[in-house]
């Protein structure tokens, strides 16, 4: 084995990898990293001087594999079989990659920031910048709905199950708990495809045991 994904269960980005991961049953070692333990935190570190996981570490080629969008794409070429998260089809991939970037940039990071903001002690905390992110998810929601209703596709960027819906996955499912769906039935429907694909299922199934450290309050209907 030489495949190693150093993550954590609870955390959203380290899920959108471990999707890929599940999807195709492909073997590796999973290193859990507590970054509230400075000498694992320095390891990490060590590996990727950004601190953020996951990283992926492929020892038989001596790789370093940084970001979740990375490391679902490097699945794809050292562990290439069906089905692949980014097409062969370069318009099919840009679409899959925007997809991808939209998740991220104006659902992923914005819930990050509000989860992020509750950890901060009383007097440090940015309740505009939380707003704006709030607002911000809510806007994507909006788009979101829209683009599902128009292609009519069950998965972010077609008929397939790609890195697109890797990333939607934690994002939706931490996203829906800092700001509701709210009623987009197109959302709301998406979200029950994505919790109900195996591969997601396994990931809540692992994070579940840490739910506990989570700083904000889960949905009833996470229960
Ligand atoms: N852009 C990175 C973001 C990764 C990220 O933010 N990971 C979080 C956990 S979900 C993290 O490592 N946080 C630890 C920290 O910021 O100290 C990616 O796409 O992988």
Same mark, same amino acid.
């Given at each position: ?6 993550? $954590? ?83 099919? %991939? ?13 659902? $992923? ?18 309740? $505009? ?18 683009? /599902? ?14 890195? %697109? ?6 994002? /939706? ?10 009623? $987009? ?30 700083? /904000? ?5 996470? /229960?």
């Amino acid at each position: 084995m030489t495949l190693k994904l150093y993550y $954590h269960p609870l955390s959203s980005f380290c899920q959108k990898a471990l999707i890929a991961f599940y999807e195709r049953d492909v073997p590796f070692e999973g290193v859990i990293v507590d970054l509230g333990d400075p000498a694992q935190r320095a390891a990490l570190e060590a590996l990727w001087p950004i601190g953020k996981f996951p990283v992926l570490g492929d020892e038989e080629k001596g790789v370093t594999v940084p970001e979740a969008s990375l490391v679902v794409e490097y699945l794809d070429r050292a562990r290439p079989g069906p089905p692949p998260m980014i097409p062969a089809d370069a318009d099919a %991939a840009l679409q899959v990659r925007l997809w991808d970037r939209l998740i991220d940039n104006y659902i $992923h990071l914005p819930m990050q920031k509000v989860v992020g903001d509750s950890l901060r002690p009383e007097g440090s905390k940015d309740p $505009h910048g939380v707003a704006e992110a709030k607002a911000q998810i809510a806007r994507s929601w909006t788009i979101l709905d829209a683009h /599902l209703a128009k292609s009519g596709a069950d998965w972010a960027a077609g008929k397939a199950f790609t890195l %697109a819906d890797c990333a939607a996955a934690p994002a /939706l499912f931490y996203g829906n708990v800092v700001r509701p769906f709210d009623g $987009h039935a197109q959302v709301e429907a998406y979200f029950d495809r994505l919790i109900d694909r195996p591969s997601f299922a396994r990931c809540i199934e692992e994070a579940r045991p840490y739910w506990k450290f989570f700083p /904000l309050e889960w949905p009833e209907s996470y /229960l």
